[in-house]
């Protein structure tokens, strides 16, 4: 669901994507940019599943500003996962460098909030 759909989004817009990776679910790069993305599945609690990946990509921010660097969280675009995700303060996130989307069932991909 989630993974394969960023996955294939992500490489139609250019960035060389990763997967084999032990510490996030997916690596991207493109142009000397980083972006590391956190992906939930299904879940009969989204909003646990969103603060863990919000938790997990937090670890693994660098200590020092990299603009080089960005994090995205990645959910099922359906309504429990994505409000879990959206009630994250946008200024939060914003400090963080973090980006939300959304993939469908057909791999459609939508971005909820921020850019990478």
């Known amino acids: 669901m989630g ?3 960023l996955r294939g989004w992500l490489s139609s817009q250019g960035w060389t994507v990763r997967t084999d990776t032990d510490f996030v679910d997916i ?5 000397g940019h980083l972006l590391y993305a956190e992906v939930k599945g299904a879940s009969t609690a989204p909003g646990l599943d969103v603060d863990t990946a919000i938790g997990q990509l937090v670890r693994r921010m660098p200590s020092e500003p990299d ?4 994090f995205a969280l990645v959910v ?4 429990r996962s994505v409000d879990a995700a959206v009630r994250a303060p946008q200024r939060i996130l914003d400090l963080l460098g973090m980006a939300l989307y959304a993939v469908d069932e057909d791999g459609g991909v939508r971005q909820l909030f921020g850019r990478v």
């Open 3 to 5: 993974g394969p759909g």
């Open 27 to 31: 690596v991207a790069e493109k142009d």
């Open 67 to 70: 603009q080089s660097v960005s």
């Open 76 to 79: 099922r675009d359906e309504p």
